[in-house]
Nanobody
Framework: HVQLVESGGGLVQPGGSLRLSCEVSGSIYNRYCMGWFRQRQGNEREGVAATDTDGSRHYADSLKGRFTISKGSGEQTMTLTMTNLKPEDTAVYYC?????????????????WGQGTQVTVS
């Protein structure tokens, strides 16, 4: 049974930092691409960052340098560290997984999703 549970969202001032966590249960953690998406109010869901099974990391161009995705080696926990946060980063953030080792920006190819965690920058 696959389950993804996000945590770590909250309210932060502009310029601040947050670290989101995604606890993964099931056998997907080291088998498939895992990533973070976000949905800002009134917008479509968009890719934030993702990591392939070979450890390659991919970021949305607009977020490079501020966001970092990582996967723990001991625990099945993926994190997203966000720095220098801006009001436009306000969104619900989701972790997700594909059924493939390689990542894609097409969110329709991610069958596994967490429930989301709200990040508010204000």
């Amino acid at each position: 049974h696959v389950q993804l549970v996000e945590s770590g969202g909250g309210l932060v001032q502009p310029g601040g930092s947050l670290r989101l966590s995604c606890e993964v249960s099931g056998s997907i953690y080291n088998r498939y691409c895992m990533g973070w998406f976000r949905q800002r109010q009134g917008n479509e869901r968009e890719g934030v960052a993702a990591t392939d099974t070979d450890g390659s990391r991919h970021y949305a161009d607009s977020l490079k340098g501020r966001f970092t995705i990582s996967k723990g080696s001991g625990e099945q926990t993926m994190t997203l560290t966000m720095t220098n946060l801006k009001p436009e980063d306000t969104a619900v953030y989701y972790c997700a997984s594909t059924r493939d080792g390689w990542c894609t920006q097409d969110d329709s190819l991610y069958p596994y999703w967490g429930q989301g965690t709200q990040v508010t920058v204000s």
